[in-house]
Every structure is written in structure tokens, then in C-alpha cells.
T-cell receptor, first 109, second 117 residues
Framework: GQNIDQPTEMTATEGAIVQINCTYQ??????LFWYQQHAGEAPTFLSY????GLEEKGRFSSFLSRSKGYSYLLLKELQMKDSASYLC??????????FGKGTMLLVSP | GAVVSQHPSWVICKSGTSVKIECRSL??????MFWYRQFPKQSLMLMAT?????????EQGVEKDKFLINHASLTLSTLTVTSAHPEDSSFYIC?????????????FGPGTRLTVT
């Protein structure tokens, strides 16, 4: 079966750094995605990791450890517009995406 | 780019009627299209995977006779919710894989908000 866990909610201050963790247990593994979703909108792509290590893209970085079934999304220099739900999703052996329940991030001034 | 559109963006229908939602890849050909459903404050749940010219593969618990999927071309897939009931009210999102790249990345449409009264 597929199981993806991430915290339900997190809060942070504008300008700060926040790390959103995701652990997974899946049948097969072909990569892990992070998506950002604002309320009432579709998810937008942030990152894709298939090999261990850190991928950096501007203010956002994503890390993967396949042996630990663990990933995190790191957001730096937080802005108010970063308030959104962040979805961890895994491509399993069936080549379909399984999403975690999402982490609602609230950035305050 | 990789743009996916959905139509309509929102729809209100009466209980017992059917509603069709279109998903189009505007600037690329899609190998596979996916249909998701998202209830308030919950994550996206995959309903079915559709490949052009073949029958859709439905996830466990999704009624194929209720949620009809047609994937007539490499740029168009449709989801028809038949005999809709209030519990079918949800946010329906489609996504598509690019045909010309061996990638797992999915490009999402903007979603369709369905309300059944």
C-alpha cells in the first residue's frame, strides 16, 4: 500500500526559513514531488527528486533520502504569498501519483 | 510551456442530472491523463488514469459506471459524472503527462468546482 505522512499545519514568520517534512512508504518508487496549492486552485509544481540529495531552486529546496523514505521542502526568505498548502506526492510502481494530505503553511507578518 | 485547461471552471447542477467536464492539453500531446477529486481540506485522490484510445483504469472504490471517462484524442479527455448527487460535490482536477518526454511530471488543469443541489 501507499502511505505518505506530513504535518497538517505549520506557522512561520515573514523572512524566516521553514522546513516541511514528508515520510513515505510506497510500493515501488519513481520519484517524489512537492506541489504548492492555494485554496480553490490546482497544484503547481515545485520540485521533483528521484535521487538522494538536495535540489535547490531559488528560495525553495527539496531533499530526498530513499533509504529513510524521507523528504523535506525548505522554504527560505518566507513571503506572505507563500501561505498555501504544500503537497508531498510520490510516484510509485504503478507510475501514478499518491498525494499526502498536505501541510497548510501560514506565514504571518 | 505545458498548459492544461479545464471546462467548465465551475458548475452547479441538480441532483440526478449528468455533468461533463473537459480536460485539454493546449500546447502538447498527452500520453496519459489523470482525474483527481479533492474534498475540502483534504488531499487529491486519484480517481482514474486514462490513455488515448483505451479504457480508463479506475482506482479502487471509484464507480466506473458513474464516472465515465473518454479519452478521444491526445489532447482531450472528458469526465462525465452521471446521476450526480450532493455527495459528488467536489473539486475535480485533471492532469496530463507529456507524450514526448520520459517524465513522470504531471501538468495540472485549473480544476472544476462541481456543486450538486
Amino acid at each position: 500500500g501507499q502511505n505518505i505522512d506530513q504535518p497538517t499545519e505549520m506557522t512561520a514568520t515573514e523572512g524566516a526559513i521553514v522546513q516541511i517534512n514528508c515520510t513515505y512508504q510506497t510500493s515501488g518508487f519513481n520519484g517524489l514531488f512537492w506541489y504548492q496549492q492555494h485554496a480553490g486552485e490546482a497544484p503547481t509544481f515545485l520540485s521533483y527528486n528521484v535521487l538522494d540529495g538536495l535540489e535547490e531552486k531559488g528560495r525553495f529546496s527539496s531533499f530526498l533520502s530513499r533509504s529513510k523514505g524521507y523528504s523535506y521542502l525548505l522554504l527560505k526568505e518566507l513571503q506572505m504569498k507563500d501561505s498555501a498548502s504544500y503537497l508531498c506526492a510520490v510516484i510509485g510502481g504503478r507510475s501514478t501519483l499518491t498525494f499526502g494530505k498536505g501541510t497548510m503553511l501560514l506565514v504571518s507578518p | 510551456g505545458a498548459v492544461v485547461s479545464q471546462h467548465p471552471s465551475w458548475v452547479i447542477c441538480k441532483s440526478g442530472t449528468s455533468v461533463k467536464i473537459e480536460c485539454r492539453s493546449l500546447d502538447f500531446q498527452a500520453t496519459t491523463m489523470f482525474w483527481y477529486r479533492q474534498f475540502p481540506k483534504q488531499s487529491l485522490m486519484l480517481m482514474a488514469t486514462s490513455n488515448e484510445g483505451s479504457k480508463a483504469t479506475y482506482e479502487q472504490g471509484v464507480e466506473k459506471d458513474k464516472f465515465l471517462i473518454n479519452h478521444a484524442s491526445l489532447t482531450l479527455s472528458t469526465l462525465t459524472v452521471t446521476s450526480a448527487h450532493p455527495e459528488d460535490s467536489s473539486f475535480y482536477i485533471c492532469s496530463a503527462n507529456k507524450r514526448d518526454r520520459g517524465t513522470y511530471e504531471q501538468y495540472f488543469g485549473p480544476g472544476t468546482r462541481l456543486t450538486v443541489t
